[in-house]
């Protein structure tokens, strides 16, 4: 017989069961990602690998991958859509280690030591879109490895944190926080105020989270042209695509200078004195993509001089900027800590797009985002 305790005439044993219920169904929900794959991977536009992975070079089916995870509860969810293979979960490259041995893959990051100590090792599933640092290890450089990456998978979140630093410089924002941490009523600002709507924005890299960057700008009434590397395909709201070279030219038609590039040899120091040089006076510029593709001394040259207004910067050279860097102190430079790839939506997202990965390796299917090794991205 249930207890007699009841609330409007419902038992204290039943409103427990459905307080139970709700509980578990809520840790269900909240637990992992359980939306459709396909839908996700369609809205981010993901490239499937032209050659199925049972026909690329050296693919044998695997016995064991590593996936770097805190989470056992992951492991095992990454373990339900691979059922004949050993799924082993590793908390730190550490344990990575003791397990990478027999390892046929890894879901992960591109550790040397970890990634030398692989003897079998044949897919790397990077959790970063810039795989430069896979790419400096000369195993995975010379190809005897597949590499697929996360390109693409940002685009929502860096597009916002893009938007939130032009938005910051243009409307002064920096300068009136400076002035209300100081109890400061002063409305004039120490520059003039800048209007997106029908000025020009120049993104660099129309890649996956170049062309959500070009989306939002255009959304605020900005004239939007881009550079991309193999061709000048784009999307409607892009005015025009040029190809990589064209950039010298481009670069002085834009108010706001987007670089999105992945860290390639192409794009190492890219923005140099020459380049700062070639800007419209007064432009801003923002980095979201790597900082080694900026030379920092010519950056700080070209805002001291007054060359450009501006910069927004979520990248550096060097990582992380030392306390004493003079780009912390340089006029209108905002810098937030490599962050912009943060966001807990976009994890879901790029663990979803990692475990549909694993699901194809495993089956020796086509895979989404395999890295041109000899591109670099
Ligand atoms: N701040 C952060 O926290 C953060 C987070 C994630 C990513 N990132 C950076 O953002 C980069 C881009 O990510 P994504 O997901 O957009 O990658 P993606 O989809 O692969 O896009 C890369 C784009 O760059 C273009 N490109 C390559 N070399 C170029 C050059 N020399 N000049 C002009 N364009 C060039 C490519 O052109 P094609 O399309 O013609 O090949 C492609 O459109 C990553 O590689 C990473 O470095 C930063």
């Given at each position: 017989?249930e207890?007699?305790?009841?609330?409007t005439?419902?038992?204290?044993a039943?409103i427990?069961?459905i307080?139970a219920f709700?509980?578990?169904?809520?840790?269900?929900?909240s637990?992992?990602?359980?939306?459709?794959p396909?839908?996700i991977?369609a809205?981010?536009?993901l490239?499937?690998?032209?050659?199925?992975a049972?026909?690329?070079?050296d693919?044998?089916?695997?016995?064991?991958?590593?996936v770097l995870?805190?989470?056992t509860?992951r492991?095992?969810?990454?373990?339900?859509v691979?059922?004949?293979v050993?799924?082993v979960?590793?908390?730190?490259?550490?344990e990575?280690?003791?397990?990478?041995?027999?390892a046929d893959?890894?879901v992960?990051?591109?550790?040397p030591?970890?990634?030398?100590?692989?003897?079998k090792?044949?897919?790397i599933?990077s959790?970063a879109a810039g795989?430069?640092?896979?790419l400096a290890?000369?195993?995975?450089?010379?190809?005897?490895?597949?590499?697929?990456?996360?390109q693409?998978v940002?685009?929502?979140?860096i597009?916002?944190?893009?938007?939130?630093?032009?938005?910051t410089?243009?409307?002064?924002i920096n300068?009136?926080?400076?002035n209300?941490s100081e109890g400061?009523w002063?409305?004039r600002?120490?520059?003039?105020?800048?209007d997106?709507?029908g000025?020009?924005?120049l993104v660099v890299?129309?890649?996956?989270i170049g062309?959500?960057?070009?989306?939002r700008?255009?959304?605020f009434g900005?004239h939007v042209?881009?550079?991309?590397?193999?061709?000048?395909?784009g999307?409607?709201?892009v005015d025009y695509v040029?190809?990589?070279?064209?950039?010298?030219k481009l670069?002085?038609?834009?108010?706001?200078?987007v670089?999105?590039?992945p860290?390639t040899?192409?794009?190492?120091?890219l923005f140099n004195?020459?380049m700062?040089?070639?800007m419209?006076?007064?432009?801003?510029?923002i980095?979201?993509?790597r900082?080694?593709?900026v030379v920092?001394?010519?950056?700080?040259?070209a805002?001291?001089?007054g060359?450009?207004?501006g910069?927004?910067l979520?990248?550096?050279?060097?990582?992380?900027?030392?306390k004493d860097?003079p780009?912390?102190?340089?006029?209108?430079?905002?810098?937030?800590?490599?962050?912009a790839?943060s966001s807990?939506?976009?994890?879901?997202r790029?663990?979803?797009?990692?475990?549909?990965n694993?699901?194809?390796?495993?089956a020796?299917?086509?895979?989404?985002?395999?890295?041109?090794v000899?591109?670099?991205?």
């Amino acid at each position: 017989m249930e207890t007699s305790v009841s609330i409007t005439g419902i038992s204290a044993a039943k409103i427990f069961r459905i307080c139970a219920f709700l509980l578990v169904s809520l840790f269900a929900c909240s637990s992992f990602a359980e939306e459709d794959p396909a839908s996700i991977i369609a809205a981010l536009g993901l490239r499937e690998s032209v050659v199925a992975a049972r026909d690329m070079k050296d693919w044998e089916r695997p016995h064991k991958i590593v996936v770097l995870s805190d989470s056992t509860a992951r492991v095992a969810w990454f373990h339900e859509v691979a059922k004949d293979v050993t799924v082993v979960g590793a908390r730190s490259h550490a344990e990575a280690m003791a397990q990478i041995g027999d390892a046929d893959g890894l879901v992960g990051s591109c550790n040397p030591d970890v990634i030398n100590a692989g003897a079998k090792l044949r897919w790397i599933q990077s959790q970063a879109a810039g795989v430069e640092d896979c790419l400096a290890i000369p195993k995975v450089r010379d190809g005897g490895i597949i590499l697929t990456n996360m390109q693409r998978v940002n685009g929502p979140n860096i597009s916002e944190h893009a938007m939130a630093l032009i938005l910051t410089l243009t409307r002064q924002i920096n300068a009136y926080l400076a002035n209300q941490s100081e109890g400061k009523w002063e409305r004039r600002p120490p520059q003039e105020l800048m209007d997106l709507d029908g000025h020009t924005m120049l993104v660099v890299g129309l890649g996956g989270i170049g062309t959500t960057i070009a989306e939002r700008a255009h959304a605020f009434g900005m004239h939007v042209i881009a550079t991309r590397n193999s061709g000048h395909e784009g999307p409607s709201f892009v005015d025009y695509v040029g190809v990589a070279d064209e950039l010298p030219k481009l670069i002085g038609q834009a108010d706001i200078v987007v670089n999105v590039t992945p860290l390639t040899p192409e794009t190492t120091g890219l923005f140099n004195a020459a380049m700062f040089e070639r800007m419209k006076p007064g432009a801003y510029f923002i980095n979201v993509g790597r900082g080694k593709s900026v030379v920092t001394d010519d950056l700080l040259a070209a805002l001291k001089s007054g060359r450009i207004a501006g910069a927004g910067l979520d990248v550096v050279d060097p990582e992380p900027l030392p306390k004493d860097h003079p780009l912390w102190h340089a006029l209108n430079v905002v810098i937030t800590p490599h962050v912009a790839g943060s966001s807990e939506l976009k994890l879901d997202r790029a663990w979803l797009v990692m475990r549909e990965n694993l699901r194809r390796y495993v089956a020796g299917d086509k895979l989404f985002s395999v890295v041109d090794v000899e591109r670099g991205y």
